[in-house]
T-cell receptor, first 114, second 109 residues
């Protein structure tokens, strides 16, 4: 149990669908992250939230829309995705930005876009 | 630009020792992390180095040379359960993690 949970674990969606990924951390952390992990590629940082405020958006297409209602919850809303968006989406949390605290990861959502 | 290099895949024998190397180039440096990721699972934290030298933690050790932009993860007395991907990540001046693509370690009996 890493203290970071993600749902769903697997998701198959069509290009016209709208779906949301959910992440919850039970560690009392202040920073939360969305990453995309594709086969044989480095983890790609998508979004960062610190104390519920978005601090980073690494040129992510607008078809990905994050939401952070509080420090414990993070969502990634998906709409009109492309097949190349198929990947493992990982959520992580850490004590806070500007520190060397390690990040704790959730198990990920395996997304397939048809 | 910022870059992390590590081998794509390595093979070792159960009971042996293996060293996974990582070189990094970042804008500033605030430390080097190693994570382990089993197939289909979350990455889990293994080690953090910010000063030069070797940090030992049980069967796993991690080394850092800041002047050379180099780190390695040393795994001793390999067990089958050590088969996983090992991710190297360097923290830049903004404390952002720059990730390598991971080294897939295959352990053979």
């Amino acid at each position: 149990e890493t203290g970071v949970t993600q749902t769903p674990r697997h998701l198959v969606m069509g290009m016209t669908n709208k779906k949301s990924l959910k992440c919850e951390q039970h560690l009392g952390h202040n920073a939360m992250y969305w990453y995309k992990q594709s086969a044989k590629k480095p983890l790609e940082l998508m979004f960062v939230y610190n104390f519920k405020e978005q601090t980073e958006n690494n040129s992510v297409p607008s078809r990905f829309s994050p939401e952070c209602p509080n420090s414990s919850h993070l969502f990634l809303h998906l709409h009109t995705l492309q097949p190349e968006d198929s990947a493992l989406y990982l959520c992580a949390s850490s004590g806070g930005l500007g520190t060397s605290n390690e990040q704790f990861f959730g198990p990920g959502t395996r997304l397939t876009v048809l | 630009g910022q870059n992390i290099d590590q081998p794509t895949e390595m093979t070792a024998t159960e009971g042996a020792i293996v060293q996974i190397n990582c070189t990094y180039q970042t804008s500033g440096f605030n430390g080097l992390f190693w994570y382990q990721q089993h197939a289909g699972e979350a990455p889990t934290f293994l080690s953090y180095n910010v000063l030069d030298g070797l940090e030992e933690k049980g069967r796993f050790s991690s080394f850092l040379s800041r002047s050379k932009g180099y780190s390695y993860l040393l795994l001793k007395e390999l067990q089958m359960k050590d088969s996983a991907s090992y991710l190297c990540a360097a923290q830049d001046s903004n404390y952002q993690l720059i990730w390598g693509a991971g080294t897939k370690l295959i352990i053979k009996p």
